[in-house]
């Protein structure tokens, strides 16, 4: 597997907690929700589009749109049109349960066709009265929308070059590696050139790239790995028989990890130098050569994530510059993968420039810049906002269409909205309003959008707009959840409180007991996980009632983004940086009590939490270091210790070399300061955060003289522990924060 799978797939791993965690405690609600999606069925003259709302008691209703006028409204008189479908089809027809499809209308004409009872008709709009088709006219299948990527981009892109690995371009000689070093003999003839004297068992030159005039010729002398073995025990196999040791190589902070030193040979002059750029020891050298093959190109990523660089090399020349070079005093954001968030780097083949994702300015924002200078022509976006992802780039009008947040002032500063700049950071348009997290459709001429948004406290809210301006056509729809609220659901609240710098917002959700009453105490369960690679309070409308697992035993549950964690400005994001312990646990207890000053009835005398994977470090971590406020942990496959775990991941946020502030963030390290009461659940072939880092922190709480509960489940992989994990998760729960025993549960199964 390729290094930047394993990143992706280390990073997607830690996240997935945090989705499994949201699963687990999101229950299913008793009422529906209507008028919550449109599936919009778009004319072929882009002028309308009509849609059907599916209501209550198997009720529906068809709407159109007139986006020429910027009217909605009933496509039809139903209840005319039902007595036409009654007396055609000699059976009777509900008013509001038309049982039609593949409508398309003739706005001109004022007439719709659709099929009903197997036939085609045409329906008169004024008398709606009907007329069977032989054939079907104008009659299209219903579809869902579909939004199709935008960038102008005509015909294939022609190919770089692609340097020979063996054989130069005018075909003279042939490069290759003997005894570690590298030769390259000439095709006609006997005559045999060895290029370079320095390579070694352990230090081998490796693949050879040849330069267009083939008289010069690029290699990376490689020194692999040393990294160390995980070993996982299968104590229980499903065939019996004896346990299975599973081993494989994991690379742990500090570990030496391959490093590609770049080396220039002249075959004419029999030359051989090393460009100054620094071993490429984070992960592999991807070179991008310039069509004409004269350069290439290749990002380099420091180990540490301080320095980032894209490096241009002229093959001819040997000679090398950077086009960009950042150097931050924490950290550069290099590990979000392209399908969770922006690339850094987005290359603009003929114009010569690169769109740069950067937060140099304090904030996630893009730059252009001008590739033959190597410096910036301008930045794109600015201001106190974060750019979250890049939907497309058009490289003819020079257009970025992006979603970003934070910009809307009054709002949650992690709601999503979508917009469209200018290269030159001029046309900047807001595309969606409304205070909600937006969701767009595209017309299929990419004129209007509909615009979906909603809140975790509001039902979704559908408006069409234009492209061009951002502008309201038309009001669409407003959910329904008349049937939900009736069911008993409540939304969870938003609130926010001032953090620990007395200014900076603090955004969480509270989701109350069932039959709540204020005049009672309850305890209070923060769902935790503080990962540095996103935010995690959920922001969309959903009609599960979440947490309820929790909420229905009693419970209060809150989940809260503190200092740390990402999508806000650096100077937030930075909190973690060489300190993961913080988990912005300073923030999250400010807001415990505020939320508390108001509320009576919310119980801070009483506060458990739990988490997984980063979320199992932490919440371990409230007890250790904040026991004044948390009593009560479950941590489950915890990384209690980041230096046995991923490289790739903490080194991104603990930096590099590894130093004392490890040591300072371990739970291990400091699991004599445990106070509250802890259970620490883990499966023995956890194959993201190795299980020892669990047992050497039960080991270190047994020296430390302190009493924990755990439990290690049989064939379990990364995760709560399954059924078992759950239960026994939410027993440990009762017992010390309701006070409730757990039932012999051997005397009832």
């Not at 027809?93 to 593949?102: F, Q, S, Y």
Request: charged share 30%; proline share 4%.
């Amino acid at each position: 597997m390729k290094t930047s799978c394993r990143l992706i797939l280390s990073f997607v791993l830690k996240a997935s907690v945090f989705i499994w965690v949201s699963f687990i405690f999101t229950g299913i609600s008793k009422g529906n929700v209507y008028k919550s999606r449109i599936n919009a069925q778009w004319s072929e003259n882009k002028s309308h589009f009509w849609y059907r709302n599916d209501l209550a008691k198997g009720q529906r209703e068809f709407i159109l749109v007139d986006m020429i006028k910027g009217m909605r409204r009933l496509a039809f008189d139903h209840k005319k049109l039902a007595a036409s479908l009654s007396k055609i089809s000699q059976n009777q027809v509900e008013t509001n349960k038309l049982p039609i499809h593949g409508l398309s209308f003739d706005l001109n004409n004022n007439t719709v066709s659709f099929r009903a009872f197997g036939r085609f008709f045409i329906c008169e709009l004024k008398t709606h009265e009907l007329t069977q088709l032989e054939k079907p006219k104008n009659v299209t299948k219903e579809r869902r929308s579909e939004t199709k990527d935008y960038n102008n981009n005509k015909g294939r892109k022609p190919r770089s070059y692609r340097p020979s690995r063996e054989m130069s371009p005018d075909g003279n000689w042939r490069a290759f590696v003997r005894d570690h070093n590298v030769f390259v003999r000439a095709t006609k003839g006997e005559e045999e050139i060895q290029l370079s004297k320095d390579g070694k068992d352990r230090n081998s030159y490796q693949a050879p790239y040849w330069a267009p005039n083939s008289k010069n010729l690029f290699v990376f002398r490689v020194q692999p790995r040393a990294i160390g073995d995980v070993h996982l025990v299968e104590s229980s196999p499903k065939d019996g028989g004896r346990a299975n040791l599973r081993t494989r190589r994991y690379a742990l902070p500090g570990d030496k990890f391959t490093a590609h030193e770049l080396n220039h040979f002249d075959i004419e002059k029999k030359t051989h130098t090393k460009p100054e750029v620094g071993s490429i020891d984070f992960r592999e050298p991807r070179l991008k050569w310039t069509r004409d093959g004269r350069y290439f190109r290749y990002q380099k990523i420091d180990r540490g994530h301080q320095r980032f660089r894209v490096i241009e090399v002229d093959t001819f020349t040997g000679k090398f510059r950077n086009i960009i070079d950042e150097v931050a005093e924490t950290f550069i954001w290099t590990e979000h993968p392209k399908d969770l968030g922006v690339p850094l780097v987005n290359w603009l083949d003929k114009t010569n420039e690169i769109i740069y994702l950067s937060e140099k300015d304090g904030w996630r924002h893009l730059y252009l810049i001008d590739v033959k200078a190597g410096k910036t022509k301008n930045q794109i976006t600015k201001g106190k906002f974060v750019v979250r992802y890049v939907d497309s780039i058009d490289k003819d009008k020079r257009q970025i269409w992006f979603r970003a947040s934070g910009l809307d002032k009054g709002q949650d500063p992690y709601l999503m909205h979508y917009y469209r700049v200018n290269f030159d950071g001029t046309g900047f348009t807001a595309l969606t309003e409304g205070n909600g997290w937006h969701n767009i459709t595209y017309s299929p001429d990419r004129k209007y959008i509909i615009d979906q948004y909603s809140r975790v406290d509001m039902a979704p809210v559908h408006n069409l707009r234009r492209v061009s301006d951002g502008s309201l056509v038309c009001e669409l729809e407003k959910a329904d959840i008349t049937e939900l609220e009736a069911s008993g659901w409540k939304a969870p609240e938003v609130f926010r409180a001032s953090g620990r710098d007395g200014k900076t917002g603090i955004w969480g959700i509270i989701a109350r007991p069932k039959d709540f009453d204020p005049k009672k105490k309850y305890p209070v369960l923060e769902d935790m996980y503080a990962g540095p690679h996103d935010s995690y309070v959920p922001k969309q409308f959903s009609a599960g009632r979440r947490f309820s697992s929790w909420t229905d035993m009693g419970f209060v549950v809150v989940k809260i983004d503190g200092m740390g964690t990402a999508n806000r400005s650096k100077a937030f994001h930075d909190v973690c940086w060489q300190n993961l312990k913080d988990a912005g646990f300073p923030d999250r207890i400010l807001w415990h009590k505020a939320y508390a000053e108001k509320n009576p009835w919310y119980d801070i005398s009483r506060v458990g939490i739990h988490g997984g994977s980063a979320g199992g470090q932490s919440s371990t971590g409230a007890l250790l270091f904040h026991p004044e406020f948390y009593k009560v942990a479950v941590s489950s496959c915890g990384c209690h210790d980041n230096r046995m775990d991923k490289a790739s991941w903490n080194e991104q946020w603990m930096g590099y070399p590894v130093g004392p502030h490890y040591s300072e963030s371990s739970n291990i390290d400091n699991a004599h300061r445990l106070r509250g009461r802890l259970l620490l659940i883990v499966g023995e072939l956890d194959n993201n955060v190795p299980p020892e880092s669990t047992l050497r922190l039960a080991d270190a709480l047994i020296k430390a003289n302190k009493d924990y509960d755990m439990i290690v489940v049989p064939g379990a992989g990364h995760g709560g522990g399954g059924r078992h994990g759950d239960r026994r998760r939410k027993d440990f729960f009762r017992k010390y924060l309701l006070g409730i025993e757990r039932p012999n549960y051997n005397l009832t199964n």
